[in-house]
């Protein structure tokens, strides 16, 4: 049993309780029914972590096309200059 099988449900736990606690304070006092209400929020967030599974490794994404359509017309990448005379060589 290692740590990092159980890392998501202890962030979300962790996450969750801070939150509960933090909106306690608001009033700088935790009165035993907003104790209550921390406690729960871990559970809950240790039980949802719980039953929902991780997701099984997906596909590499392809490599991104070298020009888009947009609109009908076909342009180059955003990121690829245009090929213009007008643009100076450095910027293209």
Do not use: C
Not at 33 to 55: C, M, Q
């Amino acid at each position: 049993m290692k740590i990092g099988s159980y890392s998501k449900a202890i962030v979300a736990a962790a996450s969750a309780g801070t939150g509960a606690l933090l909106t306690a304070m608001g009033d700088n006092v935790v009165t035993p029914g907003e104790w209550v209400v921390v406690g729960l929020a871990v559970l809950a967030a240790l039980g949802i972590t719980a039953a929902v599974p991780n997701a099984e490794r997906s596909d590499p994404r392809p490599a991104a096309a070298s020009t888009i359509t947009v609109g009908g017309v076909t342009q180059g990448r955003r990121d690829d200059p245009p090929n213009t005379p007008d643009w100076p060589t450095h910027m293209r």
